[in-house]
């Protein structure tokens, strides 16, 4: 079974600082992707950042970036200068190639400490 | 600006009701998602749908069913609400290709009393 596991139910840190999401998934596939999602107070869920796995470089997106380490399945979520509008709840999600389902992580949430 | 409008954010309904959440999408989308998010479980797939009046269960269908009558709406049953479906509900759509994520509608809270 497909399965993503986030550790850390919590996480806080303080304003302008950097944080680390961590993520780890379980598959026997080799061709698939994986989304970082945000869902701020407003349940709106918005994608923050996705990432290939056919692809060794670490995909960024401003302030965002990840640490995609293929073979110990692990997909972590880099905020740097965090901002009080980063507070939100994060998810870590993945989907195969070929199947339309997103699997997600229990998600953390982050609070940003002026 | 494209969106998933799901019609309700906020309800409360009595055990043994029956009740429906409707969810519409602006994109001529193939794919709709049913999920269920509870805090400490994430995101659970209740029913998706890849096209008009074909569905698929997900992970959780007990006590679920779902319709799709039209391509841009998605709606989701529960025959007889119990006190365990008391939770956040969200709907999303897809074009299909793997690279893109979802787009998500803002939820519905249902309360089950």
């Known amino acids: 079974a497909q399965t993503v596991t986030q550790s850390q139910p919590e996480m806080s840190v303080q304003e302008a600082e950097t944080v680390t999401l961590s993520c780890t998934y379980d598959t026997s596939e080799s061709d698939y992707y994986l989304f970082w999602y945000k869902q701020p107070p407003s349940r709106q869920m918005i994608l923050v950042i996705r990432?290939?796995?056919?692809?060794?470089q670490n995909a960024t997106e401003n302030r965002f970036s990840v640490n995609f380490q293929k073979a110990a399945k692990s997909f972590s979520l880099k905020i740097s200068d965090s901002q009080l509008g980063d507070a939100a709840m994060y998810f870590c999600a993945y989907r195969i190639q070929g199947a339309q389902k997103l699997v997600f992580g229990q998600g953390t949430r982050l609070t940003i400490n002026p | 600006d494209v969106k998933v409008t799901q019609s309700s954010r906020y309800l409360v309904k009595r055990t043994g009701e029956k009740v429906f959440l409707e969810c519409v999408q602006d994109?001529?989308?193939?794919?709709m998602f049913w999920y269920r998010q509870d805090p400490g479980l994430g995101l659970r797939l209740i029913y998706f749908s890849y096209d008009v009046k074909m569905k698929e269960k997900g992970d959780i269908p007990e006590g679920y069913s779902v319709s799709r009558e039209k391509k841009e709406r998605f709606s989701l049953i529960l025959e007889s609400a119990s006190t365990n479906q008391t939770s956040m509900y969200l709907c999303a759509s897809s074009s299909g290709p793997p690279e893109q994520g979802y787009t998500f509608g803002s939820g519905t809270r249902l309360t089950v009393v």
């Open positions: 994109m001529d989308h193939e794919n």
């Open positions: 990432q290939e796995a056919y692809k060794q």
